[in-house]
C-alpha cells in the first residue's frame, strides 16, 4: 500500500510499505477512506532533523473495518468507523474517566509503531475501545464533517468545555485555523452570546462569523490586546480559547484575559518558558487548562449535530487531494493557500 513518510523538515514523500496486518487479537485493519494534514503536522514540517528513517504521517482518519482479531467484539467487516487520533484500550481508569490521552495502554497514531493515517490502510490497536462505528459510506457527501470528528472538531469542544464556556461567559478564541474555527463553533453551541474572532485571513474569518463569531480583531501583539480591551469596556473576556501554541498568543491570551477567567490552550505548545507567575496568573486569579484532547469522549456528543446537518465542520476543509499529493498538501496549508487539507486515498 501508500503511505505518507516525512524523513526531515519540508521533506514529505508517499511511498509503497507493506499492507498492515493483525497483531494482537484485539487489533482492527481499517481501508481509510478520508484522512487530512493537521495544523500540528506543520511544526516537524518546519523543523524535523533530518532522518534516513523516516517517521509516519497522519493522525486523523475515517474508513472501513477490513478485519478484525478474534477478541474484538463490537466491529465486524464493513463497518464505517471514525478514529479518534489517540487510541485507547476503553477500559482503564483514565478511560473511564473521559481521559483517554491519558489511556494507560493507548498511545497516538504515527508513534509506537503503529503507522500513520495519510494512508491506504491502517492497523487499530484496542478496537473495540477505540473505533466508533457510525452511519455512513464511502459516497456519503458527510465525510469531510465527520472526519472532523477524529481530531479538529472535537479539540474546538474540549478547548470550549475546559474552558468553563457557557451563556454567560464572554469569549476570545486566538487562531483562524481549522482548530480556532471549531471552537468558534462549539463555543456558540454551549451559548456563548459575544464570541471575539482573532484572525487576519478573511475568508477564514468569515466561515468564524458563520460559525457563530460576533466580533473580528485582525490585529496582533498590544494592538489586538488593545482592540479587544476596547470591545469588553476594559476587562476582557471571561475566557480565551488559544488554538495556536505559539509563544505570541500565549501571550495575547493573557493580555486579553478578564480577572477570575479561565484561558484553556489546546495549540500544541511550541515553548517551555510562558509566564504564570503573580503578575501574570496568580494575582488576577487566572485559570490555565486545556491539553491534548480526549476527543473520543466528544464523539457521541457531537456526532448527532453532524449526522442530522444542524452543523456543517466539514466547511474547513477547503481543498481536496489524492494520497499521491500529500507533499502539496502540506506545502498548500504551510503557505495558507489552503486552510485545512482532506486527503481522498
Same mark, same amino acid.
Given at each position: 500500500?501508500?503511505?505518507?513518510?516525512?524523513?526531515?523538515?519540508?521533506?514529505?514523500?508517499?511511498?509503497?510499505?507493506?499492507?498492515?496486518?493483525?497483531?494482537?487479537?484485539?487489533?482492527?485493519?481499517?481501508?481509510?477512506?478520508?484522512?487530512?494534514?493537521?495544523?500540528?503536522?506543520?511544526?516537524?514540517?518546519?523543523?524535523?532533523?533530518?532522518?534516513?528513517?523516516?517517521?509516519?504521517?497522519?493522525?486523523?482518519?475515517?474508513?472501513?473495518?477490513?478485519?478484525?482479531?478474534?477478541?474484538?467484539?463490537?466491529?465486524?467487516?464493513?463497518?464505517?468507523?471514525?478514529?479518534?487520533?489517540?487510541?485507547?484500550?476503553?477500559?482503564?481508569?483514565?478511560?473511564?474517566?473521559?481521559?483517554?490521552?491519558?489511556?494507560?495502554?493507548?498511545?497516538?497514531?504515527?508513534?509506537?509503531?503503529?503507522?500513520?493515517?495519510?494512508?491506504?490502510?491502517?492497523?487499530?490497536?484496542?478496537?473495540?475501545? =477505540?473505533? $466508533?462505528?457510525?452511519?455512513? @459510506? %464511502?459516497?456519503?457527501?458527510?465525510?469531510?464533517?465527520? /472526519? &472532523?470528528?477524529? !481530531?479538529?472538531?472535537?479539540?474546538?469542544?474540549?478547548?470550549?468545555?475546559?474552558?468553563?464556556?457557557?451563556?454567560?461567559?464572554?469569549?476570545?478564541?486566538?487562531?483562524?485555523?481549522?482548530?480556532?474555527?471549531?471552537?468558534?463553533?462549539?463555543?456558540?453551541?454551549?451559548?456563548?452570546?459575544?464570541?471575539?474572532?482573532?484572525?487576519?485571513?478573511?475568508?477564514?474569518?468569515?466561515?468564524?462569523?458563520?460559525?457563530?463569531? =460576533?466580533? $473580528?480583531?485582525?490585529?496582533? @501583539? %498590544?494592538?489586538?490586546?488593545?482592540?479587544?480591551?476596547? /470591545? &469588553?469596556?476594559? !476587562?476582557?473576556?471571561?475566557?480565551?480559547?488559544?488554538?495556536?501554541?505559539?509563544?505570541?498568543?500565549?501571550?495575547?491570551?493573557?493580555?486579553?484575559?478578564?480577572?477570575?477567567?479561565?484561558?484553556?490552550?489546546?495549540?500544541?505548545?511550541?515553548?517551555?518558558?510562558?509566564?504564570?507567575?503573580?503578575?501574570?496568573?496568580?494575582?488576577?486569579?487566572?485559570?490555565?487548562?486545556?491539553?491534548?484532547?480526549?476527543?473520543?469522549?466528544?464523539?457521541?456528543?457531537?456526532?448527532? @449535530?453532524?449526522?442530522?446537518?444542524?452543523?456543517?465542520?466539514?466547511?474547513?476543509?477547503?481543498?481536496?487531494?489524492?494520497?499521491?499529493?500529500?507533499?502539496?498538501?502540506?506545502?498548500?496549508?504551510?503557505?495558507?493557500?489552503?486552510?485545512?487539507?482532506?486527503?481522498?486515498?
Amino acid at each position: 500500500m501508500r503511505a505518507t513518510f516525512m524523513y526531515g523538515a519540508g521533506d514529505v514523500r508517499v511511498e509503497n510499505v507493506p499492507d498492515p496486518v493483525v497483531q494482537d487479537p484485539t487489533d482492527a485493519i481499517v481501508q481509510i477512506v478520508r484522512s487530512c494534514v493537521c495544523g500540528s503536522d506543520l511544526h516537524p514540517y518546519h523543523d524535523m532533523p533530518a532522518s534516513e528513517q523516516g517517521s509516519p504521517m497522519g493522525h486523523e482518519f475515517i474508513g472501513v473495518v477490513e478485519e478484525t482479531g478474534r477478541d474484538v467484539s463490537t466491529l465486524k467487516k464493513g463497518d464505517f468507523v471514525i478514529a479518534p487520533f489517540a487510541w485507547s484500550d476503553g477500559t482503564c481508569d483514565f478511560c473511564l474517566e473521559g481521559l483517554q490521552t491519558s489511556c494507560r495502554h493507548g498511545g497516538f497514531w504515527a508513534a509506537g509503531g503503529i503507522g500513520g493515517a495519510q494512508a491506504e490502510a491502517i492497523r487499530g490497536p484496542f478496537a473495540d475501545g =477505540t473505533l $466508533v462505528k457510525t452511519p455512513g @459510506g %464511502e459516497d456519503s457527501a458527510l465525510l469531510p464533517s465527520l /472526519l &472532523t470528528l477524529s !481530531d479538529v472538531y472535537g479539540t474546538g469542544y474540549h478547548a470550549a468545555v475546559k474552558g468553563g464556556v457557557n451563556q454567560r461567559t464572554t469569549v476570545t478564541v486566538i487562531g483562524d485555523g481549522a482548530v480556532g474555527l471549531m471552537a468558534v463553533l462549539s463555543a456558540r453551541q454551549l451559548g456563548a452570546e459575544r464570541i471575539i474572532l482573532m484572525g487576519r485571513h478573511k475568508t477564514r474569518t468569515d466561515l468564524g462569523i458563520e460559525y457563530g463569531a =460576533t466580533d $473580528v480583531v485582525a490585529g496582533r @501583539g %498590544e494592538e489586538g490586546i488593545a482592540r479587544i480591551r476596547e /470591545l &469588553t469596556g476594559g !476587562d476582557g473576556t471571561h475566557t480565551v480559547l488559544e488554538c495556536v501554541g505559539h509563544r505570541p498568543a500565549y501571550d495575547q491570551a493573557l493580555g486579553v484575559i478578564r480577572p477570575g477567567g479561565i484561558i484553556s490552550r489546546v495549540g500544541v505548545p511550541q515553548y517551555e518558558d510562558a509566564p504564570i507567575g503573580f503578575g501574570s496568573m496568580f494575582g488576577p486569579n487566572i485559570t490555565l487548562t486545556g491539553g491534548p484532547a480526549p476527543v473520543r469522549a466528544y464523539i457521541e456528543t457531537l456526532l448527532p @449535530g453532524v449526522l442530522d446537518g444542524t452543523v456543517n465542520p466539514g466547511k474547513v476543509f477547503d481543498r481536496t487531494i489524492g494520497l499521491d499529493e500529500v507533499p502539496d498538501g502540506y506545502r498548500a496549508m504551510d503557505t495558507r493557500e489552503a486552510l485545512k487539507v482532506l486527503v481522498r486515498p
